[in-house]
């Protein structure tokens, strides 16, 4: 019996069997791992790309649209007909227009004003429509649920109190006269 036991195990040892299948379980999760990022990362550029798409589009039309002041739930609409690929995006965009002085030039603050639903709803930072030949700038903020919240791509980003993440695009124009 110890003799059979013995020669079984001599035999296992020096089988060559199976010896990948070790190698696929340690590398298999690695490679899985790299694919999932890469859809992840393809899905946010995609988004960033469309409202960046989304706000140069609705700019254009309020530039060429003189006569008429910008009002918020119109360009908010316009942004997200453009940028059709946003998930709720009437509802989860978030606009911030401010006029500011060419020769002394001061940007929007740090820190898009974003919605999140961990918390209550706040008001609009600041949206004004503009005078004439006065130069704006206009920020969109827009979060959403990443597909993997875990990933380390999501936590480089920073995510809000609910786990969304967010993107902005920023766009600056003319008022033009009416």
């Given at each position: 019996m110890t003799r059979r036991i013995a020669s079984a195990l001599r035999r296992f040892r020096r089988s060559e069997r199976g010896s990948m299948t070790v190698e696929f379980a340690?590398?298999?999760?690695?490679?899985v791992m790299f694919l999932y990022s890469s859809l992840e990362l393809g899905v946010i550029t995609i988004r960033q790309v469309m409202l960046d798409r989304g706000l140069d589009m609705a700019v254009r039309e309020v530039r060429l649209s003189?006569?008429?002041?910008?009002q918020h739930d119109d360009l908010k609409q316009r942004i997200c007909d453009f940028a059709a690929i946003i998930p709720d995006?009437?509802?989860n965009v978030k606009l911030e227009m401010r006029p500011t002085d060419m020769r002394d030039w001061q940007t929007i603050p740090d820190g898009a004003d974003c919605t999140d639903r961990s918390e209550d709803i706040r008001p609009l930072r600041q949206f004004t429509a503009g005078t004439d030949n006065e130069m704006m700038l206009?920020?969109?903020c827009v979060k959403f649920s990443p597909l993997?919240?875990?990933s380390r791509l999501v936590a480089?980003?920073?995510?809000d109190g609910a786990g969304d993440v967010k993107i902005v695009a920023l766009s600056a124009f003319v008022q033009e006269p009416r």
């Open positions: 340690l590398w298999f999760p690695v490679f003189t006569g008429q002041a910008p995006c009437t509802q206009l920020r969109a993997s919240p875990t480089s980003m920073g995510t």
